[in-house]
């Protein structure tokens, strides 16, 4: 940062350095509500699993049934972690200003005693 | 003058209900350029779309010439683009000094933003260990621009400084915002009452039901416009 240049062609400078994802290309909200969607879904093929290998006496379709089943396993981790993964991001940003917050309010502390003692 | 913020046909919604139809408006750096218009005219929606906290249904947002459309608040915030909402934003039960102290996220030291602050804001340095929702409301809104100051802004939005305040004060508040342009700082002021802000203002745009009806110097003409207009008294 150069202090002599204008704060209007800094800002036009840093804007161009900034690397500001592409708006169109920003799907958090579409991941978080696929995670949902897969979580839901892996509960539904999961039932739908058991509800298979345990209507049938062919071991076949039993088969069937439990790849049904592990498919909705997979589906229902493969949901959590996307949703997880998209809707702690911005609860992690708030605790993390909340620690920085924190840790320069526990950095004022410890000086304190210092300029008491010696005050400028 | 080339425009550090540019809103190019900006149309936007809330909920289902259009509330503005194509806003075309433009504040270069170290200009103040005044909103005004009545009650749901869109003004805090313009405000909202400028720092990205709103979404846009169509047209652009540009700034420093590059388009910001659709790009997230904190992205625009961290490239200078500080708001200061109406309701003054300050955190009232932490102190003043506490509420400066937050603002050292943006990499500058506690002593820088004191510094900042209470160099522009006197009041703000004896009142340094009062909670901030004790202050008056002028010295409450001087602790909210103290706090944008804190961010380096290139781009200041500020939306209803004068509410709830008396004119004295909200002429001294202006008179910074005025200071603060003339830093280059590129100002996009939101009011319902035009008479205070129309003194520093270089330009101004008047808002009606989600369209600039008319943009221009802020001279005794456009006052009268939005005297018998907009606001329904003398300006």
Request: hydrophobic share 45%; aromatic share 4%.
């Amino acid at each position: 940062m150069t202090s002599t240049e204008p704060r209007a062609d800094r800002f036009v400078r840093e804007l161009t350095e900034l690397k500001i994802p592409d708006p169109a290309t920003a799907r958090s909200q579409l991941w978080l509500r696929l995670g949902g969607v897969l979580m839901a879904l892996g509960v539904i093929l999961g039932a739908s699993g058991y509800l298979v290998t345990h209507n049938t006496l062919d071991p076949l379709v039993q088969n069937d049934g439990l790849a049904l089943g592990i498919a909705g396993v997979a589906a229902g981790v493969v949901g959590s972690a996307l949703f997880l993964r998209y809707s702690l991001t911005g609860f992690l940003r708030f605790w993390m200003a909340r620690q920085s917050y924190d840790v320069s309010l526990l950095a004022e502390r410890l000086r304190e005693p210092e300029r008491l003692r010696d005050p400028e | 003058m080339n425009a550090l913020l540019e809103l190019r046909g900006i149309r936007a919604a809330h909920e289902r209900i259009t509330v503005l139809h194509g806003v075309d408006l433009s504040v270069a750096a170290g200009e103040v350029v005044a909103l005004l218009g009545p009650n749901g005219a869109g003004k805090t929606t313009t405000l909202r779309i400028a720092a990205g906290v709103h979404p846009v249904d169509s047209g652009q947002l540009l700034l420093g010439g590059r388009d910001m459309t659709g790009a997230v608040a904190r992205d625009l915030a961290r490239a200078g683009v500080c708001m200061i909402p109406e309701g003054r934003g300050v955190f009232p039960n932490l102190s003043v000094r506490d509420n400066l102290l937050m603002m050292t996220y943006t990499g500058r030291t506690r002593a820088e933003i004191e510094d900042i602050a209470y160099t522009r804001f006197p009041a703000l340095a004896r009142r340094a260990s009062q909670p901030a929702g004790t202050m008056s409301g002028g010295e409450q809104q001087m602790l909210a621009l103290a706090r944008g100051l804190a961010t380096d802004p290139a781009v200041l939005l500020l939306d209803e400084l004068s509410m709830g305040l008396a004119p004295l004060v909200v002429a001294r508040l202006y008179e910074q915002v005025a200071e603060i342009a003339r830093q280059g700082v590129a100002v996009l002021v939101v009011e319902q009452f035009a008479a205070a802000v129309l003194d520093i203002a270089d330009r101004a745009a008047v808002l009606v039901r989600g369209r600039v009806e008319r943009q221009g110097h802020p001279d005794d003409g456009l006052r009268a416009e939005l005297s018998a207009l907009y606001l329904g008294s003398s300006a």
